[in-house]
């Protein structure tokens, strides 16, 4: 019997499963490169649903506006730079031209895309080492990554720190956040639900001895469950005594 499981339902992209992204204030990226350095000036300071940070709407002195993650310390009517090699806190600058060890956040993964990386509130990276062909550095994950020295990057630490640390209190509060960015909540297991509704479902009393590892070749809408192990048996030459 063929059945959508959550997964499914989520990539078709039915109502229950869409971010609505119509609420979102706007993507915050960098403007593109400047060929000089470009003053701007932070003209507010807005709340988006789509983002865990608060969002900085900047214009810059040639007539180009944009909305920026916003850093730690960010006030309406500051003054940031952009394409400047000047490290202060909400600067846009290069990395090639960030000094070990500074803090930034908001970085490009290629040249020019705007930022792709430690954009979350109240994360931040660290620049490591420096080469000619490549910058380290320290991501909020604690993994290093080589990135292109031309890839910009934010000065400082991205607001909203603390987040987390606010409980939910209510599972109605726990629910409008998930759904603010699409995500799945509650998450009931495949035993609990209909047999229409899941390969694990049944409303059998006895559910024991269900195998909820997926066979290998098992279709799409059934590989669902405990991730198999990669293999079985002994390992060759292993030392029984030992096992």
Known sequence: MGKNIIAQKRGKGSPTYRAPSFRYIARARFAKPFSAPVSGKIMDIVHCAGHTTPLAFVRYDNGESTYLIAGEGFRVGDTIMAGTQEISVGNVVELSSVPEGTSVYNIESQP??????ARAGGTFAKVTSKFPDRVMVMLPSKKERAFNPKCRACIGVAAGAGRPEKPFVKAGTKYHQMKARNRVYPIVSGQSMNAVDHPHGTSRSSKKGKPSIAKR???????????RPRRTGRRKGANISNL
């Open 112 to 117: 020019g895309d705007g930022g792709k990386f």
């Open 217 to 227: 070749h098992a279709p799409p809408g059934a590989k669902v469950g405990l991730i």
